[in-house]
């Protein structure tokens, strides 16, 4: 059994759900690693001991399998039977395993493939901006932050642009597919979609060895490492799927969290507007302030000591970038946004160790043409008094849902 004190970690409800940060400062004093019954899992909040958890994979596992739900009926095992064999997704991968797979991928995602994309960012992010300029209000997450990372994902890989609604509605299949609570004929239907989803990307796929074009989808099918076999099909279709995934919320969510901190902070978005070589610098900080992946999971291999508290075998575990980013350990003053401070890029937005981000570049690419382009086009912006922004019910993520702006 572990030992430490439950700890009421009430993160979902307001006042927390909007801003957790004074929650996770007091967890940080009081129980640095605690056990939430409410949740079922072990949060670790200080800088330190994530960055442990983080760099022993050993005893903090992240291997995870996206499973068949074990009380689904007949109708919907069978439709998943059509799916590939359930494979670990390479987030969700340990060694040796995770380092083939990284290694593969990280020779393909060559950084002139992302270098590239800038001119295709540029275009996108005009001709949306251009469709609401004139109207001296929007919403900035549907209307901006929302499409612009799915498209350049869509891109990146080589998939049509205009599969972006589709791509959509099948990965929120995949999700709603293991929730607990779907109910039986939604399941079904997410089962389908599910298997519709792989179909096309298994297509997509065939198509490039038929004719291989300069996009991300060619160069993982032609990936090679030393006495290494290639990618199959059924990990490239789960390779695609994670990047995916990993590619569109959480960049819409960085940008939503750094337009909410830029709007109170108008003298920065002046700055930037007047020296874009600032940019870089903000968005680490925004990356720091509020993070859009607040944790991550793992489960232990056997029983570790952390932070004064004993957590047992098999325990899940979420590590909180979102607090470790706020210790005052590491950053001095923490709850001030300050991109001046020197030490921001040590920010554990992006992760650290095997699993850090493999889009981080391109998502900060996108993200410093979005703000540059918002500093430049829209005058005096500020924020719809009458609709505040609100968040979604999750431990992981964290974004406005809607970024009512107005500007002058
Ligand atoms: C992994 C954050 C954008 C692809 C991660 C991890 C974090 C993260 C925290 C580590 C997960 C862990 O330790 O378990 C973010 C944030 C993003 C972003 C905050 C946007 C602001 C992207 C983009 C892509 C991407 C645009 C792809 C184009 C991945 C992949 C992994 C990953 C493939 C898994 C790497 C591995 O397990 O080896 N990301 N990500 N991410 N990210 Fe991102």
């Not at 059924?234 to 995934?245: D, G, K, Q, R, S």
């Not at 070589?277 to 680490?284: F, G, H, K, R, Y």
């Not at 300050?338 to 890029?345: A, C, K, L, Q, T």
Request: overall charge negative; aromatic content about 6%; glycine content about 6%.
């Amino acid at each position: 059994m572990g030992s430490a004190p439950p700890w009421t970690f009430n993160r979902l409800e307001t006042p927390y759900l909007e801003d957790p940060y004074p929650l996770y400062a007091r967890a940080r004093r009081e129980a640095p690693v605690f056990h939430s019954p409410e949740f079922g899992l072990w949060f670790v909040t200080r800088y330190h001991d994530v960055w442990a958890v983080l760099k022993d994979t050993a005893r903090f596992s992240s291997r995870f399998l996206m499973r068949t739900p074990a009380d689904a009926s007949p109708a919907v095992s069978e439709t998943l039977q059509e799916a590939y064999p359930e494979l670990p997704m390479l987030v969700n991968d340990d060694p040796p395993g995770h380092t083939r797979t990284r290694n593969l991928v990280s020779r393909a995602f060559a950084p002139r493939l992302v270098a590239a994309l800038e001119p295709s960012i540029r275009t996108i992010v005009t001709r949306l901006v251009d469709g609401f300029a004139d109207d001296g209000g929007a919403d900035l997450i549907a209307e901006l932050a929302y499409p612009v990372p799915i498209e350049i994902i869509c891109t990146l890989i080589g998939l049509p642009a205009e599969s972006r609604d589709q791509l959509k509605r099948w990965t929120d299949d995949l999700v709603t597919l293991g929730a607990p609570g779907t109910d039986d004929e939604r399941r079904l239907a997410c089962a389908r979609g599910s298997v519709a989803f792989q179909r096309y990307l298994t297509a997509q796929i065939e198509a490039r060895r038929d004719a291989p074009r300069d996009d991300l989808l060619t160069a993982l099918i032609n990936a090679r490492a030393d006495g290494d076999r290639p990618l199959d099909v059924a990990e490239l279709v789960n390779l695609l799927i994670v990047l995916i995934f990993a590619g569109h919320e959480t960049t819409t969510n960085l940008i939503g969290n750094l337009l909410v901190l830029l709007l109170a902070r108008p003298e920065i978005l002046r700055a930037i507007r007047d020296d874009p070589t600032l940019t870089e610098d903000v968005i680490a900080e925004g990356l720091r302030m509020d993070t859009p992946v607040q944790g991550m999971f793992r489960t232990t291999t056997e029983e570790v000591t952390l932070g004064g508290a004993r957590i047992p075998a098999g325990a899940q575990v979420m590590v909180l970038f979102g607090s470790a980013n706020r210790d005052e350990a590491v950053f001095s003053d923490p709850d001030r946004f300050d991109p001046g401070r020197g030490n921001n890029h040590r920010h554990l937005g992006f992760g650290h160790g095997i699993h850090a981000c493999l889009g981080a570049s391109l998502a900060r690419l996108e993200t410093r043409i979005i703000l540059d382009t918002v500093a430049e086009r829209l005058p005096n912006p500020k924020l719809d008094p009458g609709r505040p922004p609100t968040y979604a019910p999750s431990l992981m993520h964290r974004g406005p849902q809607g970024l009512h702006m107005v500007w002058s």
